[in-house]
């Protein structure tokens, strides 16, 4: 059976599934039960100073986009941070790290972007016995308006000073949680690298107006006629999620550095997938939400199996292992061709590839031969661009098929290169033209 215990920056939990901060991890009775459940680690609820805590709105919070099954495809939200008392959220933060020694308990922390400010609160989260600390620079909502969260987040500057700040005067590692909200999120990592952080953790939420109602011409969730926008996470992000952690994992100036991979993540393969990326372990908020903490249960089993089947014994067998195959177009191979393949047995004669490729692609699969209904792949016009692949409703009904090398592309009339070529020397390419003269 796979090893699925994780050392994150240090920090030991029995596997790599921590819940994210969140409503999840507010308080001691919901992180008790999701410990129970089989989650590895939480990142609680993000504290903020000490004082009068945060208010939030009285009313909905949430917006989201569904699925034509209604099934939950993206969350969007308008919370703030912890809403309870600092000393409640640090006293039942020690009790539940005392009861779940094993477990991994991460404080999260947003405080003003004043040395003072993180210097008052990282002594008295050290005494709860937490494992370590994220820096949330990422709440794009509310607290990014005064001056916190994506605040920060969006300033490298400011990202490095305070988490200088912080390693500083804690002793406890440091996971630095950065904000999608950014044009290159390789330079709020670079920064937070350059301040000494242990470890990142992305993404948090994307600015979002998930929808608008019509009668009354507000952005939803409404309070009281008007919205602002919220914080977007779900599956939808996942992609996002997916390729921000893959920018930082190639990265040179980054290359090495711990990140806990967060957006998106509803099943085992999806963390596998942050995983192979370069993700060391994994972080969940909106599956939990919406499925309950049991969620983890297939996450653990799903995760292990593939292992298994694959013969990965540990984390470490998989963790970075697609980073080196994440390449930039203009590397991709010019040479290498694949044509689509209808499976005529599977095909229930739909017709949307046709339509597809007749409407947008390039008029490459028939919709009637000898008269009658009939979808095929015509060779000689097909490029390959799997578009019809995407739109079929039948799982594995059309398949992409490389063209073998010394083989003809009826297409093209040539003859398929066995040898790599990129648009780097590509004869259309203006600059390799100039390079050559
Ligand atoms: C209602 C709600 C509240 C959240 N509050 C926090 C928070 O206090 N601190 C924080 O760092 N992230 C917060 N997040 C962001 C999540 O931790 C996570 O980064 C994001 O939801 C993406 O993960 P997911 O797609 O699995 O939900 C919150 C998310 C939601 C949905
Ligand atoms: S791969 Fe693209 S071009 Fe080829 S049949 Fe499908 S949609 Fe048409
Ligand atoms: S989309 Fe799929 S199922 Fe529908 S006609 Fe095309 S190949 Fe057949």
């Given at each position: 059976m796979a090893d699925l215990r994780n050392n994150f920056v240090g920090i030991k939990s029995p596997n790599p599934f921590w819940l994210a901060s969140a409503p999840p991890t507010d308080k001691a009775y919901n992180v008790e039960r999701a410990f129970k459940a089989g989650w590895g680690g939480v990142?609680?609820?993000?504290?903020?100073?000490?004082?009068?805590?945060?208010?939030?709105?009285?009313?909905?919070?949430?917006?989201?986009?569904?699925?034509?099954?209604?099934?939950?495809?993206?969350?969007?939200?308008?919370?703030?941070?912890?809403?309870?008392?600092?000393?409640?959220?640090?006293?039942?933060?020690?009790?539940?790290?005392?009861?779940?020694?094993?477990?991994?308990?991460?404080?999260?922390i947003m405080v003003p972007?004043?040395?003072?400010?993180?210097?008052?609160?990282?002594?008295?989260?050290?005494?709860?016995?937490?494992?370590?600390?994220?820096?949330?620079?990422?709440?794009?909502?509310?607290?990014?308006?005064?001056?916190?969260?994506?605040?920060?987040?969006?300033?490298?500057?400011?990202?490095?000073?305070?988490?200088?700040?912080c390693k500083q005067y804690t002793r406890m590692p440091v996971i630095t949680k950065l904000t999608p909200n950014i044009t290159d999120v390789r330079k709020p990592a670079r920064a937070a690298k350059s301040g000494g952080t242990d470890a990142v953790s992305l993404i948090n939420t994307i600015n979002s107006i998930t929808s608008v109602n019509l009668d009354t011409f507000s952005p939803e969730p409404s309070?009281?006629?008007?919205?602002?926008?919220?914080?977007?996470?779900?599956?939808?992000?996942?992609?996002?999620?997916?390729?921000?952690?893959?920018?930082?994992?190639?990265?040179?100036?980054?290359?090495?550095?711990?990140?806990?991979?967060?957006?998106?993540?509803?099943?085992?393969?999806?963390?596998?997938?942050?995983?192979?990326?370069?993700?060391?372990?994994?972080?969940?908020?909106?599956?939990?939400?919406?499925?309950?903490?049991?969620?983890?249960?297939?996450?653990?089993?799903?995760?292990?199996?593939?292992?298994?089947?694959?013969?990965?014994?540990?984390?470490?067998?998989?963790?970075?292992?697609?980073?080196?195959?994440?390449?930039d177009w203009q590397y991709l191979n010019l040479n290498y061709i694949a044509k689509a393949r209808i499976d005529q047995d599977a095909c229930i004669q739909c017709g949307r590839c046709h339509i597809a490729c007749e409407d947008t692609s390039h008029q490459a699969i028939t919709q009637y031969v000898d008269g009658k209904r009939h979808f095929e792949v015509m060779e000689d016009e097909c490029v390959g661009c799997n578009l019809c692949v995407n739109v079929c409703p039948v799982q594995d009904c059309i398949t992409m098929v490389g063209l073998e090398p010394g083989t003809l592309d009826e297409r093209t009339g040539k003859v398929v290169d066995a040898n790599y070529a990129n648009w780097t020397t590509h004869p259309n390419n203006p600059m390799a033209r100039q390079a050559a003269e």
């Open positions: 990142v609680w609820k993000t504290l903020g100073e000490e004082g009068p805590p945060v208010v939030n709105v009285n009313g909905p919070r949430y917006g989201a986009i569904w699925g034509a099954d209604r099934r939950l495809l993206g969350l969007n939200n308008i919370e703030l941070i912890t809403d309870r008392d600092l000393y409640t959220n640090l006293r039942e933060m020690k009790q539940v790290k005392m009861n779940w020694p094993d477990r991994a308990l991460i404080a999260s972007c004043e040395e003072n400010a993180w210097k008052a609160i990282l002594p008295l989260v050290e005494e709860t016995g937490a494992d370590g600390i994220e820096l949330n620079f990422g709440c794009p909502h509310g607290m990014s308006e005064r001056g916190m969260g994506a605040a920060v987040g969006q300033v490298p500057e400011y990202i490095e000073m305070v988490v200088r700040w309070i009281d006629g008007k919205g602002s926008h919220g914080g977007y996470c779900g599956p939808a992000v996942k992609p996002i999620a997916l390729n921000m952690v893959a920018e930082i994992a190639r990265d040179p100036e980054t290359y090495g550095l711990p990140i806990s991979g967060i957006g998106g993540i509803t099943t085992w393969r999806d963390a596998a997938e942050f995983l192979v990326l370069g993700a060391g372990n994994v972080q969940v908020c909106t599956a939990a939400m919406t499925y309950g903490f049991k969620i983890v249960q297939e996450m653990i089993t799903g995760l292990s199996n593939w292992m298994d089947t694959k013969g990965h014994r540990t984390l470490d067998d998989i963790c970075g292992r697609a980073v080196p195959n994440v390449s």
